[in-house]
């Protein structure tokens, strides 16, 4: 069975947790990553998950903790999961949580999901409008996208002067 | 019991110290990067020792909830696995940031973590440590 095929069940079951456990609270999910571009890996890729939350604790651990308790734990505990994991190898959930309002300014995450993005749930096309703004900034900036040994990175503005800067994170993108 | 399982164990003695002694020092970004290694070395050092075989990603916290009907186990300990694995899978996930900070947003590891979030990666490394050492040392 491919991958992408394998996989989606899982990804499915994770993505209902999120949505369950969220609910209002959630303004945009999205798949990225190698699960996106279409190149996943059993052995090799993340499960990536991008979450927008409309209030989210400004501590990074109470972020995390509380998708581990109400999603990660349901999930990895589930039967099916259980059962899949006696006999196979299920690949690590990865997770970037932002608040709306940070979710606003620039972040590098951005960058390859202008290119590769499963937007699954986006109350008033929040991160739609989000990864516009940066596709325009990418446009203004003449980005390139290079890709070296199965690494990829990107020259954000190639014509950059010394001293220049690029980024004003003060100034929201949308 | 392979060689291997007690070299682990001994070292999440040693990460278990270092995340004291940052606690001490204030730099509780370091305390948790410490404890999340010294979970990680605790449930592999378990691992080995029942030479059951996992994956090599520092989150085997889905790996361990497959040891709940392990009857080599004590039942104390297997009660106990869903709790160790819901802690392994919770500092792994805060691994990269209190090593790196948030490089996403340009904010340093230290900016990130709290004395209460130390407090509690000490707690959660001791706990699982010291299950872990408790079975090893009957072995």
């Known amino acids: 069975m491919e991958p992408l095929t394998y996989i989606k069940p899982y990804v499915t079951q994770l993505i209902e947790l999120t949505k369950i456990h969220y609910g209002k609270r959630l303004v945009s999910l999205a798949v990225f990553g190698s699960l996106a571009k279409g190149v996943f890996k059993l052995n090799r890729s993340d499960i990536d998950l991008l979450l927008i939350l409309s209030d989210s604790s400004k501590n990074h651990c109470k972020r995390v903790d509380e998708f581990v308790k109400n999603v990660l734990m349901p999930y990895y505990s589930s039967s099916e999961y259980i059962k899949a994991l006696r006999t196979t190898y299920l690949p690590p959930v990865s997770v970037v949580i932002y608040s709306r309002e940070e979710a606003r300014f620039f972040h590098d995450i951005y960058l390859d999901m202008t290119l590769w993005c499963e937007i699954l749930h986006d109350k008033d096309s929040f991160l739609k409008k989000v990864l516009d703004a940066m596709r325009k900034k990418i446009d203004e900036w003449g980005s390139v996208r290079k890709e070296v040994s199965g690494k990829s990175f990107w020259i954000l503005k190639p014509d950059l002067k010394m001293g220049e800067e690029l980024i004003d994170k003060t100034k929201p993108l949308v | ?139």
């Open chain 2, 1 to 139: 019991m392979r060689k291997i399982a007690l070299s682990y164990l001994q070292d999440a003695k040693s990460c278990l110290e270092e995340a004291k002694q940052a606690s001490i020092r204030g730099d509780y970004a370091r305390t948790v990067s410490r404890s999340q290694e010294c979970v990680e070395y605790a449930v592999k050092a378990l691992f080995e020792a029942l030479e059951f075989s996992y994956p090599f990603i520092h989150d085997v916290g889905p790996q361990l909830l497959l040891l709940t009907e392990d009857e080599r186990l004590p039942e104390d300990l297997r009660r106990d696995l869903p709790k160790i694995a819901s802690l392994t899978t919770s500092l792994a996930s805060k691994r990269v940031i209190a090593r790196y900070g948030n490089q996403r947003a340009g904010i340093p590891a230290k900016e990130l973590f709290s004395k209460s979030d130390a407090e509690k990666a000490i707690h959660d490394a001791t706990f699982t440590y010291t299950e872990v050492k408790k079975l090893l040392n009957k072995g």
